[in-house]
């Protein structure tokens, strides 16, 4: 069984910073990609960044770009989620999502977290 767990969300103040994490289990993500997505109350889930498992490359929302950094621990099959300079946009709950692809269609993605919350206040 192939689970995806995520952890780190929070509140946090405008201008401040969490680090997301998610750990992969249950098979090997060697030749996945793997991306965050976030969905606020009352929209649809967005993509915010994706990252290639093996070959690292990177690819962000451009409503998060220069905030946000996403990277990988292949050893930990851990992939993390740095969040600067918070808005109280970025408020959601963020998923992370394993697929064979790198791409920003959440259609794509075969394997989800449960989703960790990030409040940011004003």
């Known amino acids: 069984q192939v689970q995806l767990a995520e952890s780190g969300g929070g509140l946090v103040q405008a201008g401040g910073s969490l680090r997301l994490s998610c750990v992969a289990s249950g098979r090997t993500f060697s030749r996945y990609a793997r991306g965050w997505f976030r969905q606020a109350p009352g929209k649809e889930r967005e993509f915010v960044a994706y990252i290639g498992w093996s070959d690292g490359n990177t690819y962000y929302a451009d409503s998060v770009k220069g905030r946000f950094t996403i990277s990988r621990d292949n050893a930990k099959s851990t992939v993390y989620l740095q969040m600067n300079s918070l808005k109280p946009e970025d408020t959601a709950v963020y998923y992370c999502?394993?697929?064979?692809?790198?791409?920003?269609?959440?259609?794509?993605?075969?394997?989800w977290g449960q989703g960790t919350q990030v409040t940011v206040s004003s």
């Open positions: 999502a394993a697929g064979p692809i790198l791409t920003v269609d959440r259609g794509r993605y075969d394997y």
